[in-house]
């Protein structure tokens, strides 16, 4: 049986042919097409290997033809500025078939392409870690398969392995190797740039939430220790109890719900107050941070000060106040009775600053059993003790999704 054109096993055309096809498409669609948007954007040539779906997806961020810059997937594309109406016109037919029978998917697909670059990822390897080297494992491709497990698509890394054995050019054990060398500082900023990347994108979309402040930058401190691992080494294995995998204080953005920031330690027994020094550097001007108890130290509160900055944090029992004012008069919220007045926070027999203390008489008691909560700010006081109040009840609202 002759082959047919469009079939398997079709001839190839010859290279007459396909001059003469390339020829007529440059004519009727591809030249029309640049003159009528010349002067309005930039055009990408690229081969059929890096023409990837994640170019598809830049397209979302468009707004009646109007793209931003998306970078995607391909180290020879970094951005794609769209050609006005011309733009809409080629790829118009594709995207329409994607958006109509899974939008959502295509949303998360790119939001996901976007934050999570290959070519940013390795680049912020590149510039972050002190030992390692990528020589025939990409850290992105490390990225890619700790997904899989993180997503909950494979319960660990062993299983997660055979989805991606055609892109991990190394055995098992390299790959622990690889993982057990990455250092908590690329971890950090691995963080941090996907937080970076997001931001733009979620307030495009109108999904940032009313903020807490007006006119600060409000940032939740909290710490995450996480829960015991498997018992997977032999010096582990007989024992009841699981290895803990490290300590981590969780900064979190509430106007965009980002988690903004950590700080790592490989120590599980580490006490949230030892990391404190390492927070104080991602403090900036105008920020209120909130926090508990157990960031209530003279050193966080002064270091917060020296920034122009402020806290809102719950007053520590070891952390001794005298007061310069009496409470002054209640005032009923949902949540129950706030009152404030002035104090200073002392260390032994100095006085080290002066601040406000915020009584909070609860309807409902804490899991603690609490009744009552004492709220240390330094914040001026053109903003109302059931502001500062609200701020810190609203903490545990958010930080338990948010650090979890």
Sequence with gaps: MA???????????????????????????????????????????????????????????????????????????????GLGEGAAMLFGGVFESFLKARPLSVMARATIEHAL????LDDLFDRTAERGYTRELLFSTTVDLMSLVVGGKALHVQAAYPHLRERVPVTLRSVYDELRNIETGVSAAVVTHVSGRCQAPIAELGGACKSLLPG??????????????????????????????????VVLGPALMLIT?????????????????????????????????????????????DRRAHVVTRRHGNLSVEPETEYGGEVETDRGGVSDRRVKVCRGRHRVL??????????????????????????????????????????WQIEGPSTS
């Design 3 to 81: 082959a047919v054109p469009g079939r398997p096993g079709a001839p190839k055309k010859s290279l007459t042919e396909h001059v003469q096809i390339q020829r007529q498409f440059l004519g009727t669609e591809l030249q029309p097409t640049l003159d009528a948007a010349a002067g309005t954007g930039h055009v990408l040539f690229v081969d059929a290997a890096h023409f990837v779906y994640g170019t598809f997806l830049c397209c979302l961020w468009s707004d009646h033809s109007r793209c931003s810059r998306l970078p995607i997937r391909c180290h020879q594309v970094r951005t794609w500025q």
């Design 117 to 120: 670059s290959a070519s940013a």
């Design 216 to 249: 600060y930058r409000v940032r939740i401190l909290d710490g995450n220790h996480l829960a015991a691992t498997q018992r997977r080494l032999d010096v582990t294995r007989g024992h009841t109890a699981g290895p803990l995998p490290g300590q981590s204080l």
């Design 261 to 305: 920031d950590i700080v790592a330690c490989e120590d599980a027994h580490t006490q949230e107050r030892a990391l404190i020094e390492h927070v104080l550097p991602l403090v900036e001007e105008r920020d209120v941070w909130a926090g508990d108890r157990n960031f209530c130290t003279v050193e966080f509160l002064r270091g917060v000060a």
């Design 354 to 395: 002066r601040m406000r203390q915020v009584r909070v008489r609860l309807k409902e008691p804490t899991e603690d059993g609490d009744s009552e909560v004492e709220v240390l700010t330094d914040l001026p006081g053109k903003v109302s003790a059931v502001r500062v109040a609200e701020i810190y009840l609203k903490r």
